[in-house]
């Protein structure tokens, strides 16, 4: 706890859960004034952040501001309730409801996770078609797939359906589930294509 509490005090950035931060802070007890030692929250992931975990750190820092970093387009936040009114209210992200609700979003136009040909479909169907591929001088933005596995597409584009089924996943008793066959298809699949030497190990 004491360590927690020089962190608090001395450390200009932490990096932390928005529970994670509640608790850091919390180790510095009642103060004798209202002046917060981290004046600014950004929230990562704030498409996927629910409202009381974002109030949570907020709380606990005394932020005058925040700054959300996210994609509402990706992952939604997860609620595990039953009562199906309170996952559709606390499954709204703060991020969303502000949208929404008119506040101005700054949106990135370059990617870097995809090649050309992938960023295609999402690009147009949830972004509007305004990102586009980063280019890096000397590296090509679009490179053709590795060999060792027979692409479907007759452009060779590295995209790829396969179908498995609907009766290959394992429910196990300690929860959770797994998928043994398509663990095998995958593992075969990545076997070939360093086999066939495109890709290094």
């Known amino acids: 706890r004491d360590a927690q509490a020089v962190i608090a005090r001395t450390a200009p950035i932490v990096v932390a859960s928005c529970i994670g931060a509640q608790q850091l802070l919390a180790s510095l007890g009642e103060g004798k004034d209202d002046e917060s030692p981290f004046p600014i929250v950004v929230l990562d992931e704030a498409g996927q952040t629910t409202e009381p975990a974002l109030i949570t750190a ?3 820092a005394k932020a005058r501001q925040v700054i959300l970093v996210g994609d509402t387009k990706q992952l939604t936040p997860t609620v595990t309730t039953q009562d199906a009114e309170l996952r559709k209210t606390i499954g709204v ?3 969303e409801r502000l949208l929404d ?18 960023l295609i479909h999402p690009n147009n169907y949830f972004y509007g078609g305004v990102v586009n591929c980063a280019t890096t001088d000397g590296i090509n933005s679009n490179p053709p797939p590795p060999n060792g596995f027979v692409w479907p597409s007759p452009k060779k584009e590295p995209l790829a359906f396969i179908e498995m089924g ?35 190990a």
């Open 58 to 60: 907020l709380a606990a």
């Open 101 to 118: 609700n008119g506040i101005d979003e700054f949106s990135l136009k370059f990617q870097y996770r995809m090649p050309a040909s992938l």
């Open 166 to 200: 609907n009766d290959s996943e394992v429910a196990h008793n300690f929860g959770g589930r797994s998928n043994p066959k398509e663990v095998t298809m995958i593992v075969g699949i990545v076997q070939k294509i360093i086999a066939a030497g495109d890709v290094d």
């Open 93 to 95: 992200s703060p991020m």
